[in-house]
């Protein structure tokens, strides 16, 4: 069993920020990414951010210069620190990561979180 809890979400005015957290837990043996991904009222789940274990991080252009991912490997636990937020972030925000359970699992899980809501008011 592995568990994704992600906190942090809230109601903040634009242009304010948030930091959004992810711990994972349970049966793993090594994780190949973790990164963030939000779904507004009415669209797709879109990629936000991702960060491979040591590899290039990637965001997705709308956010580029206001969002930035991080990890804490020790922990297995992934942030997402929010500014300069706009209305148009207002979304479920959803942890990811994809993850080996034990050593000899040869495909790797894509395990989500519950999501978290941020809304930003105009």
């Known amino acids: 069993q592995v568990l994704l809890v992600e906190s942090g979400g809230g109601l903040v005015p634009a242009g304010g920020s948030l930091r959004l957290s992810c711990a994972a837990s349970?049966?793993?043996?090594?994780?190949?990414?973790m990164g963030w991904y939000r779904q507004a009222p009415g669209k797709q789940r879109e990629l936000v951010a991702i960060m491979p274990t040591g590899g290039t991080t990637n965001y997705a252009d709308a956010v580029k210069g206001r969002f930035t991912i991080s990890r804490d490997n020790a922990k297995n636990t992934v942030y997402l620190q929010m500014n300069s937020l706009k209305p148009e972030d207002t979304a479920v925000y959803y942890c990811?990561?994809?993850?080996?359970?034990?050593?000899?699992?040869?495909?790797?899980?894509?395990?989500w979180g519950q999501g978290t809501l941020v809304t930003v008011s105009s």
């Open positions: 990811n990561a994809v993850m080996i359970r034990t050593m000899y699992e040869l495909n790797p899980l894509n395990a």
């Open positions: 349970g049966s793993i043996f090594r994780i190949i990414a």
